[in-house]
């Protein structure tokens, strides 16, 4: 495959993710080749969501240390196209890349070349794009828990809408002003449903109420660490 520009017809080659890991259509994520700014970009639906920095010395400065030792990048461009070009200095296995459904970039073995965990709308750490919301502070973050809040279990709303993952309800509920959780609506992890204004939550160490993905501010995640 190539990431890059064919410059006969103007269209970019692409890599694009799965919708989850279970439904194998086209979904959220898609990796491709900057030419002017010299970068890979990790786009969800679109919008920048990841860049690895500027190539330089046939390296990336936000891939991770091991692809660093592992990975040499050349560009190859002539008045037809523009891609990049990547070469295994172990010379000894297989080589290929792909891209998750979370928008997470790993390699043939399943180690990380884009660790993209971290880019939850207010980290710029590695390479993530920032987006947040006036609403939140750059210290909240979701955390999966397990438990209930004080205002009842059921959700105050959901999106049935079968082409919406989990990183879709997770940014929905980060741009809703008001959402304090959320996790997915059917059993294929698509769709989402979203818990607002519904007060304290108290966490269930049993493991028997299904886990939702909470906001947690960072006083909180002070106390709890410890």
């Known amino acids: 495959m190539k990431l890059g520009v064919n410059h006969k017809n103007g269209r970019p080659w692409s890599l694009t993710s799965w919708l989850n890991e279970v439904v194998p259509v086209p979904g959220q994520f898609s990796l491709e080749w900057d030419p002017k700014g010299r970068q890979l970009i990790i786009r969800r639906q679109g919008v920048e969501f990841w860049t690895s920095g500027v190539l330089k010395g046939g390296k990336f400065e936000f891939i991770s240390d091991e692809s660093k030792h592992m990975y040499n990048f050349t560009i190859v461009s002539n008045e037809d196209e523009e891609h990049l070009v990547y070469n295994d200095i172990n010379q000894g296995g297989q080589s290929a890349w792909f ?3 979370e ?6 073995d399943g180690s990380y070349i ?3 965990e971290n880019c939850n709308g207010h980290s710029t750490d590695e390479g993530c794009k920032r987006w947040l919301p006036s609403c939140r502070s750059r210290d909240d973050m979701f955390d999966k828990r397990s438990g209930y809040f004080i205002q009842g279990p059921e959700p105050s709303s959901l999106d049935n809408n079968t082409k919406h993952t989990m990183n879709d ?7 809703l002003c008001g959402c304090d959780a959320y996790t997915f609506l059917y059993d294929n992890q ?13 966490q269930d160490l049993s493991g028997i109420i299904p886990a939702l993905y909470v906001l947690i501010p960072k006083s909180s995640q002070n106390v709890n660490s410890k």
């Open 114 to 116: 884009a660790e993209t």
């Open 99 to 101: 891209l998750s459904f």
């Open 103 to 108: 928008g997470k970039l790993l390699g043939f």
């Open 190 to 202: 698509t769709g989402c449903k979203f818990w607002e204004k519904k007060g304290e939550f108290f």
């Open 169 to 175: 309800c997770r940014v929905t509920c980060w741009n």
